[in-house]
């Protein structure tokens, strides 16, 4: 579980507010490096994703900055919502040739009215 | 219909009993996973399968052990269930074909266990 530390554990924003989550992580071989999100009741899914060829990546509100060097990557939720409300969780790992995946501690983000 | 679907998907039960907690996916994929949440902790892996003969113990796998019935069923057991295994438990998959993307995971909805 100490190859990948994810921070904070916990994190409240207003509406409107821009998110952040870090995911530090330690094997340099790892290719693919998602977000998860998991909504109380429910498995969790992926959000979104980036491979180490680009340094950043948007899909709407959501955008995954990889810093290669320090070995860390973050989800930045810009605009944030309530319906944003949810664990996030990192799980660097290998894309091809496949893993047994080991995930972050989580964040447990709450976004206010 | 779920693609990976758990069941049960509650159950107390008394310490010393066997449990066994049922996935089976409609993904047609070949690898399974089962993973245990517990608050701050994250999920941590107990047992992975990579094929129907491949089974594989994770990183907290004692006092679990599981089957791959076929391709589309991994089952988990306890043979003896004790209080700190009271958790929410996943099955996930993931592809093995070669060229697609076995790093995303497809997860169930989960089976949360209390054990008293």
């Known amino acids: 579980q100490q190859q990948v530390k994810q921070s904070p554990q916990s994190l409240i924003v207003q509406k409107g507010g821009i998110s952040i989550i870090n995911c530090a992580y330690e094997?340099?071989?790892?290719?693919?490096f998602p977000w998860y999100q998991q909504f109380p009741g429910k498995g969790p899914a992926l959000l979104i994703a980036?491979?180490?060829?680009?340094s950043e990546k948007k899909e709407g509100r959501f955008t995954i900055s990889f810093n290669k060097s320090a070995k860390q990557f973050s989800l930045h939720i810009m605009d944030s919502q309530p319906g944003d409300s949810a664990t996030y969780f990192c799980?660097?790992?290998?894309?091809?040739?496949?893993?047994?995946?080991?995930f972050g501690e989580g964040t447990q983000l709450t976004v206010n009215p | 219909d779920a693609d990976v679907t758990q069941t049960p998907r509650n159950r107390i039960t008394k310490t010393g009993k066997r449990i066994m907690l049922e996935c089976s996916q409609t993904?047609?994929?070949?690898?399974m996973y089962w993973y245990r949440q517990d608050p701050g902790l994250g999920l941590r892996l107990i047992y992975y399968?990579?094929?129907?003969?491949?089974?594989n113990k994770g990183e907290i796998s004692d006092g679990y052990s599981v089957s791959r019935q076929a391709q589309a069923k991994f089952s988990l057991s306890l043979e003896s269930a004790i209080p700190n295994q009271t958790a929410l438990y996943f099955c996930?998959?993931?592809?093995?074909?070669?060229?697609?993307?076995?790093?995303?995971?497809?997860f169930g909805e989960g089976s949360r266990l209390t054990v008293l």
């Open positions: 996930a998959t993931s592809e093995r074909r070669a060229g697609a993307n076995t790093g995303e995971l497809f």
């Open positions: 094997n340099t071989a790892f290719d693919y």
């Open positions: 980036i491979r180490p060829d680009v």
């Open positions: 799980a660097p790992n290998f894309e091809t040739s496949g893993s047994r995946l080991t």
């Open positions: 993904k047609g994929h070949d690898r």
């Open positions: 399968s990579f094929d129907v003969k491949d089974i």
